[in-house]
């Protein structure tokens, strides 16, 4: 239940955050957290309904609790093949002055082309974060700490922030909402 509580307190952060509402996307944000020895959805605790705005106003429906996202599972299940470290993801807006404030203070960024996807990936339910994670992985030779992609038709862009646990996920988030101005 150590995930459970560290993502409580990473909703804290976020919903008393002045500048988080901004990053929300317009499929909402989640946040998700492992446990250590992760395998499969049901191993990454997450928030039902996700995170949602209304007005500048942050909050969540349910409290979290695991197999709550398969997106944000999926892919931290696959990053945790290449670093078992990285426990935690939150997706947050796509917006290049969030990308390149990023690149500003120091962190690894990364993106894969959804539009790239080879067929059989995109038909396969399921296939397309852990195909677009390893794409991001291959681009720079190592975990990045943001991991990106511009949308496809349907398809939202996203940005989704990777780090050791959700309480880190949470702060570099609240870090980009109060400082980049979108």
């Known amino acids: 239940m150590l995930e459970i509580e560290n993502l409580k307190k990473a909703l804290e952060m ?14 909402r944000t989640n946040i998700v957290m492992a446990k250590e020895n992760a395998r499969t959805i049901n191993d990454v605790a997450g928030i039902p309904g996700r995170i949602t705005v209304h007005k500048k106003e942050v909050f969540t429906c349910r409290e979290p609790e695991y197999g709550a996202s398969s997106h944000l599972a999926r892919l931290i299940l696959e990053i945790r093949k290449h670093d078992p470290t990285r426990r935690s993801a939150i997706n ?6 969030i990308i390149e404030f990023c690149e500003m203070i120091g962190l690894k960024v990364s993106y894969y082309d ?23 992985i291959r ?18 862009p996203m940005i989704v922030l990777l780090a050791s646990d959700a309480i880190e996920a949470a702060r570099m988030a609240i870090k980009i909402g109060e400082e980049v101005r979108i």
Do not use: C, M, N, Q
Not at 16 to 21: K, L
Not at 92 to 97: E, G, L, Q, S, V
């Open 92 to 97: 947050i807006r796509y917006d290049k002055a």
């Open 114 to 136: 959804r539009r790239k996807e080879p067929r059989e990936i995109k038909g396969k339910e399921g296939a397309t974060i852990p195909w677009g994670v390893k794409v991001a």
């Open 14 to 27: 976020i919903t008393s955050s002045r500048g988080f509402y901004r990053l929300i996307p317009e499929v």
């Open 139 to 156: 681009r720079i030779g190592e975990v990045p700490d943001v991991i990106y992609h511009k949308g496809d038709w349907g398809k939202e």
